[in-house]
């Protein structure tokens, strides 16, 4: 070996040092670690929860992913003003399905979608993704819980301090809708609306009960639209009769209208031989409170399909109370959003998972995303 070496070097000695037959080991570059953060939120935003489990946040400008919050399949999501942070309440277990149960309400930064806190709450609170199981005052300071144990009640959270104020029973009634800085609405089991003041301290009582619907034979929709700050609600029942609401302490009803006489046709009835335009879907309302514009999704079909998507989206004037357009929709639609800015995106998400982004006036499919996902929850920007 050392001969054939030497005979080697003398060969390309004069183009090639011998040395260089054993190269020196490549420098590598310095690995540098670099975290992506959320570019800032903008009103086209929307936030969206799937049975999986996270709350996806997608740009209607782009039709594209910008990030995912943390959250289990069924829990309850609500932005700070600007989208400076992200509130999900949810119960989870310590082993995923078994163990010990945690009810937590957990605060996420907006900007890095890292975990601030979890503030432990009081009670039992399993309720899925739905809007009145969990929303904040309109100035962002407070959040309000539904609670399920030891009865019905509201979890009040200073959400400044991170701390649970109190809990307010409200006995034969359910949900939470509120408005305002403080106030708070919730719906009882004999078609009633109550008005419930809460003090600083975070406990409180039912003032007021105001009935207005038939609980028996046409209830109202849990995701009926309520616009917090200005205090407008819109019940809309399983026929579609719109109930306006001005919510205060005390609330106050308004005149009463048909989602189908707005079309030109007879109102709803419970009859199972009539067949005629309703409402349904997961989310079927949304509602634009500067526009006066009311989003609904509606499909043909006999009473009690209020679980049904629409194959439609009517688009009603809430102050003449009259139909300003109705949109064929390219599968049926299980939610559907609004972004609250002056020039207003709508969202509606099938339930196959496609999202369609559309021209609020015109009805046109401006974007599209597909493998969304079966939607649980739907949110837009409201500050």
């Not at 109102?267 to 609904?296: I, M, N, V």
Request: charged fraction near 20%.
């Amino acid at each position: 070996m050392k001969r054939i070496r030497r005979v080697l070097c003398g060969l390309f000695g004069a183009l090639l040092p011998c040395t260089a037959l054993a190269a020196p080991p490549p420098i590598l570059e310095t690995e540098e670690s670099n975290t992506a953060v959320m570019p800032k939120p903008n009103p086209h935003w929307l936030y969206v929860g799937t049975r999986t489990g996270g709350v996806t946040i997608i740009d209607g400008d782009t039709a594209k992913i910008v990030g995912t919050v943390n959250a289990s399949p069924a829990a309850g999501f609500a932005l700070a003003p600007q989208g400076k942070e992200y509130y999900v309440s949810e119960t989870i277990w310590t082993r995923m399905n078994r163990g010990t149960r945690q009810d937590l309400l957990s605060v996420y930064d907006g900007h890095t979608l890292n975990l601030i806190q979890d503030i432990e709450l009081p009670g039992r609170l399993i309720a899925s993704g739905r809007t009145p199981y969990f929303s904040t005052s309109a100035d962002g300071l407070r959040g309000y819980v539904y609670n399920m144990q030891p009865a019905s009640s509201i979890i009040t959270i200073d959400l400044a301090k991170r701390n649970v104020l109190g809990i307010t029973e409200i006995p034969a009634c359910g949900l939470i809708y509120p408005y305002g800085k403080t106030g708070v609405a919730t719906l009882c089991a004999d078609g009633a609306l109550a008005d419930v003041a809460i003090d600083a301290s975070g406990h409180g009582r039912i003032t007021d009960r105001i009935p207005f619907f038939d609980a028996q034979q046409d209830p109202v929709f849990e995701e009926s639209p309520v616009d917090r700050a200005g205090g407008q609600a819109l019940f809309i029942t399983f026929n579609g009769m719109v109930h306006p609401v001005r919510l205060g302490a005390p609330s106050t009803l308004e005149k009463a209208w048909s989602l189908q006489q707005a079309a030109g046709l007879s109102p709803a009835t419970t009859s199972p031989e009539q067949t005629t335009w309703r409402p349904g879907g997961r989310r079927p309302f949304a509602f634009h409170p500067g526009h006066k514009r009311l989003y609904a999704l509606m499909h043909e079909g006999a009473p009690w399909g209020q679980k049904r998507s629409g194959t439609e989206l009517w688009v009603l004037d809430t102050a003449t109370h009259q139909l300003v357009n109705r949109f064929t929709l390219p599968t049926s639609g299980y939610a559907v959003g609004v972004s609250e800015d002056n020039a207003p995106l709508l969202f509606v998400l099938s339930e196959d998972g496609w999202l369609w982004v559309m021209d609020p006036e015109t009805g046109k499919i401006l974007r599209s995303l597909r493998d969304v996902g079966r939607t649980t929850l739907l949110a837009t920007d409201r500050s």
